[in-house]
């Protein structure tokens, strides 16, 4: 069977064995190149207030952060989605 990439969909590459990180929702322990990364914009003020504080001219601040799930609690809450074998190389085909 064909390989779908070189990197076997890890980003480890030739750099030995990954370090290990917590899943965010479970705590389950996944390697770091296996593991899916979602960052959001979080501001600690109302959103409502922050509109208005904008518009009145002041800088609101907001912080980044960084979610890590498992595979499965990335599926589970929707942030991956599987997709069935005939349609995984769809995107290909598109262009």
Do not use: F, W
């Amino acid at each position: 069977m064909a390989k779908k990439r070189k990197s076997g969909g890890r980003k480890k590459g030739s750099s030995g064995k990954s370090k290990n990180v917590q899943c965010s929702k479970c705590g389950r322990i996944v390697p770091s190149d296996k593991a899916k990364r979602r960052t959001k914009r979080v501001s600690s003020v109302d959103p409502q207030l922050a509109r208005e504080l904008r518009q009145g001219g002041s800088y609101v601040p907001s912080k980044i952060v960084t979610q890590i799930y498992c595979i499965s609690c990335a599926v589970h809450t929707g942030k991956v989605h599987i997709r069935q074998q005939s349609e995984r190389k769809s995107h290909l085909r598109r262009r």
